[in-house]
């Protein structure tokens, strides 16, 4: 049995340990009454708090402080589909790489960490930029309005964060007969 130490478990450690550091300064932001909830934070203290757990941080070597202006094309072109392509991200599921553009995201702070997406209503990581909730909210509104039917984000905050406003389409009834 070998105990070699690998790129794998460093990683695996480094993820543990961001996810516990992110769920510890999140709850000091809403103790110390610097938002309501995990929601607010996303919505108004993103940069603060991103700033905040990566000065915490004990290795920047594998971290990376992100917004989302890092992933648009120069100007006007939204997303930088090619970079985003080399992380393995494409436009969700549903969804066209233009429809994605016109879904009204809003600027962010958060942390990416070995291709995982991290903020403060996402302790665990996702796996894409759009799988963080602030992202998959806006992303859901658009599902809907194409009449595409998808569960709203529930996450684990100290206040429900608001629902989509859109209700999910009401499924179809089968016009066949049904042998």
Known sequence: MSNAVTIDTVLEKAQRDLTDLIKIVRDEFVRDGMADSYYQINNGQCE??????????????????AYTEFFLGDGDEGFDWEWLSQMGIDAPEGLTREETEGAHFGGHAFIILDKRWYDAEAPDGAESIFELPIFRRSIITALRKKGISTPDVVTDDVKPAPLCKIPNPVAKADPSPGL
Request: hydrophobic content about 35%; overall charge negative; charged content about 35%.
């Open 48 to 65: 603060e708090f991103m700033l905040e757990v990566c000065s915490r941080y004990p290795s920047k070597e594998y971290l990376m402080e």
